[in-house]
């Protein structure tokens, strides 16, 4: 082989199994932030099709700097069907991937599997900046470069002591878990069984219901039996907890289902819970008309892991004659998720303040795929201020949930009514 003249010789050192070099246990890896940010603002007429990978390293209570080259690994599975692929480390800890051309399936499998790698050894002390309970979030460069170039912008402002803050209550522990178990188990969940009403803002002179979301509240449940413990920071114990949670919950309404008649109800549960016996003895009260009445509240993070599950899921729901609502979605997974594939009859997505600050071509995306859809129906909860209600109303969404919903019926009003007067403020 001939080898250019000139050409460096490549430097290799030798280092035993176990060890680390010094020079490498002393440095930490060079920060991208300027790097990204001029790439980005240098291509920014060019973004079209890139799509970007944020994982919040950040959040993780224990960092590592072998996180950065578990990552890479990973990646490197999706190489050889990227046109473009770039991974850029920030001063915040947080990994930025870039790509093009890389199918969203592949994409969502890898960062799933880098997401169970690394909460396998640590814990997520918060949710992430989008108000996801999960370790990365993908998106279309596109649509969010603002707030991308806005975010790496803000980590040169950002001391790196104040880029996290601890959570005060420590995460849950397998004992302590194991102690609330049983301790549910006798325990009378009726107190902290809540219902809160999805209503449609488009009817006329009454307020229309179209369902009742029943749940459990988790943090009321919690200062009621662990005090002392976060049940919701660690994904896979509390993930674990809620599915036994479920069964708590089917019990007790077994005990009479004379509720769901005249009226219709969200149960929220997870995939596993549906395909169990104890979903069977629930099923086996209600009569096919009851079961009409009845929504299955499915979570996105939840169908994501296990979309064979939920395979099963809609087929057997299907047959029973049960609605399926898939919960926890954002303006990102709406715009991207095909509904109509996934079957479901509601899609609910997650208010947030951020969504009134969308460009014209984000919302207009936004939009186009909420009037695009015939078989699914939008929910926009988490609806705390009137703001929430008047965004829904503009972007074609009939169905609102939310502590403003609450607040506005408890007074007597109409929510059409409601978001009339504030239009009429905002003017």
């Not at 070099?21 to 291509?43: F, V």
């Not at 969504?355 to 995306?365: F, G, V």
């Amino acid at each position: 082989m001939n080898r250019q003249p000139n050409a460096p010789k490549r430097d290799w050192v030798r280092v035993k199994p176990g060890e680390r070099s010094a020079t490498a246990m002393a440095e930490r890896p060079e920060h991208d932030d300027q790097k990204l940010l001029t790439l980005l603002q240098s291509a920014k007429r060019e973004v079209q099709g890139l799509r970007l990978i944020h994982l919040h390293m950040s959040l993780l209570k224990d960092k590592s700097q072998l996180d950065n080259i578990s990552i890479k690994r990973a990646m490197q599975e999706t190489a050889d069907q990227s046109a473009y692929l770039q991974i850029f480390s920030l001063s915040n800890d947080d990994v930025i991937i870039l790509y093009k051309g890389i199918k969203f399936s592949l994409i969502s499998e890898v960062c799933s599997k880098i997401e169970k790698l690394m909460l396998a050894r640590t814990v997520m002390m918060k949710r992430n900046p989008y108000g996801e309970d999960s370790l990365y979030s993908i998106m279309e460069l596109s649509l969010n470069f603002v707030n991308v170039i806005r975010f790496i912008e803000g980590l040169a402002r950002e001391s790196s002591a104040d880029s996290v803050k601890a959570e005060t209550k420590p995460p849950i522990t397998l004992e302590e878990l194991g102690k609330i178990e049983r301790a549910v188990q006798m325990f009378d969940l009726s107190p902290f069984m809540l219902n809160q009403p999805v209503v449609n803002i488009q009817t006329g002179d009454a307020t229309h219901y179209e369902y009742f979301e029943l749940y459990i509240a988790i943090k009321a449940l919690e200062e009621r039996l662990s005090p002392s413990y976060d049940i919701t920071a660690n994904k896979w114990l509390f993930s674990y907890f809620t599915a036994n949670l479920d069964n708590s919950v089917l019990k007790a309404l077994n005990y009479g289902v004379d509720f769901l008649r005249g009226r219709r109800i969200g149960l929220n549960l997870n995939l596993s819970t549906v395909m169990s016996s104890a979903f069977v003895k629930f099923d086996e009260r209600l009569t096919a008309d009851l079961r009409g009445n009845v929504i299955l509240e499915i979570n996105k993070a939840d169908l994501v892991e296990n979309i064979d599950t939920y395979k099963e899921v809609v087929d057997f729901a299907s047959s029973k004659g049960y609605k399926i609502c898939i919960d926890g979605l954002n303006d990102f997974w709406v715009t991207h998720m095909d509904l109509e594939y996934m079957a479901c009859d509601y899609a609910k997505i997650f208010w947030t303040d951020e969504m009134d600050q969308m460009s014209d071509y984000e919302y207009k995306s936004f939009a186009d795929k909420i009037q695009g859809q015939s078989n699914c129906r939008f929910i926009l909860a988490r609806c705390g201020s009137v703001s929430g209600l008047m965004f829904a109303e503009k972007a074609g969404i009939d169905l609102v949930q939310g502590r403003i919903v609450d607040n506005i019926l408890r007074k007597g009003v109409l929510i059409r009514d409601a978001i009339k007067s504030a239009k009429m403020m905002h003017e």
